[in-house]
């Protein structure tokens, strides 16, 4: 009797432990460049990426009451970039195609998942966007991290993907948050080099421009921090966007647009940078949304607004205390503290976005992710290290 109690106890304690993962991660790994690589996750992730776009059409339909073939018509009438991509990312305009040969879609059904931030600017709507990321960086040889919560559209529940890249003579290895038919949403390569990004709807755009997705996977391919810092600062964005770069001990925060690019430094004693939905330093603001310029005097700012309320939840945890490992990071990022406008949003079908996944991103001394499906105090993190042969993780025990 006394050794049943024991199992079931076991079986007991088991089951919290892991009752916590509610959502499903996909992993995937896969090999090689441009098109084979694209090829390789389309077939892979076939249904899913099926599934995918027909839940975007619903959702696009839905939204904005218009057809969605005829949305994406119109849209591609205004997105040109094509030439930008094949300029800068050729492999990655041919790893789209393969995407959508080895899934069976539509091209343009596929690019326009890979177009995200750019969909968004093009419809002009604030609602959605409510991802909040930080970095920490290494002083004294204390660990490093990048962290986001990655919030998105209702609809993509459920499609949460980990994507390892293996590596290859061009490209170091990479695992990247991402979902079906998506070549990136964000990601971190085997050197310490990652990258999380929010969306900055109020800065100028630019329909020629690099797309996000395409930003975040030339980051990760190098290993180079002066080519990293000059490509950011150099290319030509399409999407307003906050860029969070990590490499090795050292993090940096860019606020980019179509006529600038502009680093944001808080300056405080802990080196910590925190951003959310509106530009901080950069004044290259679209002139609906002037509301939003940084060099307005403060009492002309929306401080009531979603993005600025979240910001100031980062910015009272990160900006005074000494951080030491995760513990704080991962408090911040479940923080619903804030009720109307909290950094951890649980999937409410209320057609305001939720968190869609967490990563925080160690950088040095040691490199791994650890990530979360879906909002952070719904579930336990998986670690993930880098190895030569598969995806290797651990189910870390709740805080």
């Not at 009797?1 to 106890?9: A, D, E």
């Not at 949460?160 to 290859?168: G, S």
């Not at 950088?363 to 791994?368: A, G």
Request: glycine residues 6%; aromatic residues 10%.
């Amino acid at each position: 009797m006394r050794i049943l109690s024991i199992i079931l106890l076991f079986s007991f304690l088991q089951i919290g432990a892991f009752s916590q993962n509610i959502r499903e991660l996909k992993e995937i790994s896969l090999q090689g460049v441009g098109f084979e690589l694209g090829f390789q996750h389309g077939q892979e992730l076939k249904n899913e990426i099926d599934a995918i776009i027909t839940a975007w059409k619903n959702n696009t339909t839905k939204s904005l009451k218009r057809d969605a073939d005829q949305v994406v018509k119109n849209f591609f009438e205004y997105a040109k970039f094509d030439k930008t991509i094949k300029d800068w990312t050729p492999d990655l305009y041919e790893e789209i195609k393969g995407i959508a040969a080895g899934a069976e879609q539509n091209f343009n059904d596929v690019f326009v998942l890979n177009l995200l931030d750019e969909f968004w600017v093009y419809l002009n709507n604030l609602n959605n966007h409510h991802c909040s990321g930080l970095g920490i960086p290494s002083q004294g040889g204390s660990p490093s991290y990048i962290a986001q919560n990655m919030d998105l559209e209702n609809y993509t529940d459920g499609f949460q993907v980990l994507m390892k890249l293996n590596k290859t003579d061009a490209r170091p290895e990479q695992l990247i948050l991402t979902y079906p038919g998506l070549i990136a949403l964000n990601g971190l390569n085997e050197t310490g080099v990652g990258v999380c990004v929010n969306t900055l709807m109020q800065l100028n755009a630019n329909s020629t421009g690099l797309p996000v997705a395409f930003v975040i996977r030339k980051i990760i391919n190098s290993t180079d921090k002066a080519e990293i810092l000059s490509f950011i600062k150099s290319v030509n964005h399409a999407s307003g966007q906050n860029y969070i770069i990590g490499i090795k001990g050292e993090v940096y925060d860019f606020e980019a647009s179509a006529n600038k690019v502009v680093r944001f430094e808080p300056q405080n004693n802990n080196g910590a940078v925190y951003h959310t939905n509106h530009p901080i330093v950069n004044n290259d603001i679209k002139p609906w949304f002037e509301e939003y310029n940084p060099d307005l005097e403060n009492d002309k700012k929306p401080w009531n607004s979603n993005s600025y309320q979240r910001l100031m939840t980062l910015e009272s945890n990160l900006s005074s205390p000494e951080i030491q490992g995760t513990q704080l990071i991962k408090k911040t990022l479940k923080s619903k503290k804030n009720g109307v406008h909290p950094i951890c949003r649980s999937n409410n079908n209320n057609g305001r976005g939720f968190t869609f996944a967490t990563t925080i991103m160690h950088l040095y001394p040691e490199t791994k992710l650890e990530l979360v499906s879906g909002p952070p105090d719904e579930s336990s993190f998986k670690i993930f290290s880098f190895t030569k042969i598969k995806l290797s993780n651990k189910i870390e025990q709740p805080d």
